[in-house]
């Protein structure tokens, strides 16, 4: 099973993927993810790219590419599929993961679109606090942890809060992607593709909505 979960930032792309890997065997790969965990190292890829993430701004094409064609001719990946978060986000980004995938010999089943009101975007984005330790994502608000403080998921008590989710970064972030989207969900529209899920239910329902679309590929 290979699929392409977007959505603009906040969407709910991330807290999705963390449902899905713990009911299907596909390799989740989120471009966003690889950026931070290389910062994080101060990697070469990490300095290229901290100056484009630290802003909201996107991460040159030719990088990206590079990066996801990398891991994608990875043996797990081979085995059990993909799942890529957050990319293609571009549409040079949407061809070269079509030449990839035909050199690789595979192709995408389902393109999932978490649709989401650019309004409602901002408070989760601003929300949002993660857990330092495993990596889980919570909202203040909307998806506290269970025992206020402590990750479900690990127990830890250390969250922080992303870099591009201060308030003065966040629009900027989702006007951006707003641009760059619309040509990609055209392409993948007419290709026929693309299924849209509503983004502004319940995490378990948007997840229910999910599983619908994924039900029916093999
Ligand atoms: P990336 O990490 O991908 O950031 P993003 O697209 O801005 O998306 P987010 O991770 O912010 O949102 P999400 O959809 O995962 O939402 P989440 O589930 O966390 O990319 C970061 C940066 O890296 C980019 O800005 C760019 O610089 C670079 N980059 C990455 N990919 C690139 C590419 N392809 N090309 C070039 N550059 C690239 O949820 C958000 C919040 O809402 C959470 O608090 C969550 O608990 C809450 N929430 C989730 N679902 C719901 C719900 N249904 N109801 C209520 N609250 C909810
Ligand atoms: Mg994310
Ligand atoms: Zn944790």
Do not use: W
Request: hydrophobic share 35%; charged share 30%; proline share 5%.
């Amino acid at each position: 099973m290979n699929i392409l979960l977007m959505g603009l930032p906040g969407a709910g792309k991330g807290t999705q993927s963390e449902h899905i890997v713990k009911d299907y065997p596909v390799i989740h790969i989120a471009t966003g993810d690889i950026f931070r965990e290389a910062i994080k190292n101060e990697t070469p890829l990490g300095l290229k790219a901290k100056s484009y993430t630290d802003h909201g701004n996107l991460v040159p094409d030719d990088v990206t590419n590079a990066i996801v064609r990398e891991r994608l001719e990875k043996d797990d990946v081979k085995t059990n599929g993909f799942m890529l978060d957050g990319y293609p986000r571009t549409s040079v980004q949407a061809q070269a993961l079509d030449q990839n995938l035909a050199e690789l010999n595979t192709q995408i089943d389902a393109v999932i679109y978490i649709d989401v009101d650019p309004e409602v975007l901002k408070d989760r984005l601003s929300g949002r606090i993660i857990c330092r330790n495993c990596g889980a994502t919570y909202h203040r608000i909307y998806n506290p942890p269970k025992v206020d403080g402590v990750c479900d998921n690990c127990g830890s008590t250390d969250f922080y809060q992303r870099e591009d989710d201060k308030p003065e970064k966040v629009a900027h972030r989702i006007n951006l992607q707003m641009e760059s989207i619309r040509p990609i969900l055209d392409y993948y529209e007419e290709r026929g593709l693309l299924h849209k899920i509503n983004g502004q239910q319940d995490i378990e329902d948007v997840y229910r909505d999910v599983r619908d679309i994924l039900a029916t590929i093999k």
